[in-house]
């Protein structure tokens, strides 16, 4: 028997013009997936942009397989799987060299998307996260994100684990948009304590990117992970997001 629910998408949590911020929504997605301890990740594959402030449809299968839709428009899936493997997991960078690190934020010169929710240079805290991740200076390419949270949901930490991975692939000059993430939160951060968000590349393969991304608490313990593919696109075909009749 499928269970079918709605999703909304305030406008606060925005990413492109007109659309969600892809770690938020994934994260509101995941929420609908019921999870195993064998399969105790989630992964989200966004299909098209999601809309602002519009009901989506969100069907459960009892496989436990999620879709949604606005309308006839196929939005997103979302399953159950195996968590991201953590092997190649940088280890946290000091708070104080992740503030460091916003100072060398790729976003502060040239952003593609100043109205999102998660790194967005023209929002504000704390209506917004406005993290700043920013190279490590030891040429590993792995950058880093200081982040002192207001608000504390699943949601917000797969924000978070979101676009630090696109900035350690280069985002800036180049629009590039989230395919498919899988996270894994195993806690939740402390709101107003200091954390680290890190992020690193993995690779590439045409106009497809990935990358692996971490949440640690200031002690250093890992709260939440992520792997995430990104996809490259032509900014001139960026249009409104299609809304159903």
């Not at 269970?3 to 659309?19: I, K, N």
């Not at 006839?72 to 104080?96: K, Q, Y």
Request: glycine content about 10%; overall charge negative; proline content about 12%.
């Amino acid at each position: 028997m499928q269970v079918s629910e709605q999703l909304v998408v305030p406008t606060r949590f925005s990413g492109p013009p007109e659309s969600g911020n892809g770690g938020w929504v994934s994260g509101s997605i995941a929420a609908f997936v019921p999870t195993t301890p064998e399969r105790p990740a989630v992964s989200v594959r966004l299909r098209t942009p999601p809309p602002l402030e519009h009901p989506m449809t969100v069907t459960v299968d009892p496989a436990g397989t999620v879709e949604v839709r606005d309308g006839e428009v196929f939005v997103a899936t979302a399953e159950p799987v195996p968590a991201p493997p953590l092997d190649d997991l940088p280890a946290a960078a000091p708070f104080a060299v992740a503030l460091a690190a916003g100072a060398r934020y790729a976003g502060l010169h040239d952003h593609p998307f100043p109205t999102c929710f998660a790194c967005g240079t023209g929002r504000e805290r704390p209506d917004a996260l406005c993290l700043r991740p920013g190279p490590l200076t030891d040429d590993s390419g792995v950058h880093a994100a200081a982040w002192v949270p207001a608000d504390v949901t699943p949601e917000i930490v797969w924000a978070a684990l979101d676009c630090p991975g696109a900035w350690a692939l280069g985002v800036g000059g180049r629009p590039i948009v989230l395919g498919t993430m899988t996270a894994e939160v195993l806690e939740l951060p402390t709101s107003g304590e200091e954390h680290v968000v890190m992020s690193w590349g993995k690779g590439e393969e045409g106009r497809k990117h990935y990358c692996g991304t971490a949440l640690y608490a200031g002690d250093g313990r890992l709260l939440a992970h992520a792997d995430a593919t990104w996809v490259v696109i032509d900014p001139t075909t960026i249009r409104p997001v299609p809304r159903s009749v």
